[in-house]
């Protein structure tokens, strides 16, 4: 019976887009409770401010979360660069196992390495060096330390900011650079790659070492367009949703 296993990321869910919040939900409660694993590479939620927020969707996302994991599926969770301060309660009250921001799994004997994406943008100079501070555990903590409310406009204010400083990126600097790309796939010895982020949905082909790999980017989820990865015994399918 369960002999698929699903990959998604970039939901990007908020109030502001029901739709893609059903969308999830039914995925949860159908299609994933036959799946031997569900993997959420990043960017399920377009802002998270602390696992002390319980605003919609939040809470019938946890709680669908956890029906799904309680019921026998696992679920898998990559920070994404939205959502990097999902933490250890979260992870309590849905069963979902926190992963690293690279890591190995063995799909169907070949070794494949997933992660977000974010780091893989090695081009974006500022952002890294954001992303290397908001990770750290003492800005983190100075963070999670303010008043709910604060979180709240300062998160605001953050991406009001990040959209204006989009418009001035250009396309090139805000998608994967190769060698990065080829170097990470050496490191982790693996010639399989799925990540999200760059709203870029592809399969490319490539090679490392001379030997033939493949790099798969998920799609982001809209209103009107949202696809999933599956991979089975007899390889990968992608689905519209
Ligand atoms: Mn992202």
């Known amino acids: 019976m369960r002999n698929e296993t699903l990959f998604i990321s ?9 739709e893609v919040t059903r969308k999830f939900i039914h995925l949860l409660k159908v299609r994933a409770t036959q799946a031997q694993a569900l993997y959420i590479l990043g960017d399920l939620f ?6 002390d927020d319980f605003s919609p969707p939040i809470k019938a996302v946890k709680k669908h979360l956890k029906a799904l994991t309680d019921q026998g599926t ?4 990559i920070h994404g660069n939205r959502d990097f ?17 690279y890591s190995v799994i063995d799909l169907y004997g070949t070794s494949t390495l997933l992660t977000h994406g974010d780091l ?24 999670l330390s303010k008043p709910l409310i604060l979180r709240l ?24 650079n190769q060698q990065t790309i080829t170097q990470i796939m050496q490191k982790y010895q693996t010639r399989r790659l799925i990540h999200g982020h ?7 082909d490539l090679k490392i070492q001379g030997q033939t790999a ?4 998920l799609a982001e989820w809209k209103k009107d367009s949202a696809s999933l990865l599956s991979w089975s015994e007899s390889g990968y399918k992608v689905e519209p949703i």
Request: glycine letters at 4%; proline letters at 4%.
């Open 198 to 204: 760059t709203h870029r949905p592809a399969v490319h």
């Open 120 to 143: 893989l943008c090695t081009d974006d100079l500022p952002y890294q060096a954001f992303r290397t501070k908001s990770h750290s555990a003492k800005w983190q903590e100075n963070v």
């Open 153 to 176: 406009l300062y998160a605001r204010w953050y991406r009001l900011r990040s959209y204006f400083h989009k418009r001035k990126k250009s396309q090139g600097i805000m998608d994967v």
């Open 74 to 77: 696992p679920v898998f969770y």
């Open 85 to 101: 301060l999902i933490g250890k309660l979260f992870s309590e009250q849905t069963g979902v196992t926190l992963l690293d921001e």
């Open 214 to 217: 493949q790099r798969f980017v």
């Open 46 to 51: 377009d802002t998270w401010i602390g696992d």
């Open 10 to 18: 970039d939901l990007h869910l908020t109030i502001e887009r029901p």
